[in-house]
């Protein structure tokens, strides 16, 4: 099983970037798929969640900013991010607890995509 994370990049304070994830592999179902980021010198922090049921939750600071949904695509998670300030600058990863095709549930990460806010 593996996670592919994409579409991170330079943007300016305002500014929107649309963060993708797949799953791929013996994947047979995902439990939650989530993003957390981890900024120079932080620790990393979750930023968005969704579950197997549709359950959306997010970090406080990126409420009203941030998006989460699940694609269209099967095994994939995107995150919409508006107004995007500096302090958003970060590695974004992706996470997903995914139940294989032997029906073990393990937590994968993704590689880290990184966002930057400047002007």
């Known amino acids: 099983v593996q996670l592919q994370a994409s579409g991170g990049g330079l943007v300016q304070p305002g500014g929107s970037l649309r963060l993708s994830c797949a799953a791929s592999?013996?994947?047979?179902?995902?439990?939650?798929m989530n993003w957390y980021r981890q900024a120079p010198g932080k620790q990393r922090e979750l930023v968005a969640s969704?579950?197997?049921?549709?359950?959306?939750n997010y970090a406080d600071a990126m409420k009203g900013r941030f998006t989460i949904s699940r694609g269209t695509a099967k095994n994939t998670v995107h995150l919409q991010m508006n107004s995007l300030k500096p302090e958003d600058t970060a590695v974004y990863y992706c996470?997903?607890?995914?139940?294989?095709?032997?029906?073990?549930?393990?937590?994968?990460w993704g590689q880290g995509t990184l966002v930057t806010v400047s002007s």
């Open positions: 996470n997903a607890q995914i139940r294989d095709t032997h029906f073990r549930v393990s937590n994968y």
């Open positions: 592999g013996s994947v047979f179902s995902i439990n939650a």
């Open positions: 969704v579950d197997s049921g549709g359950n959306i």
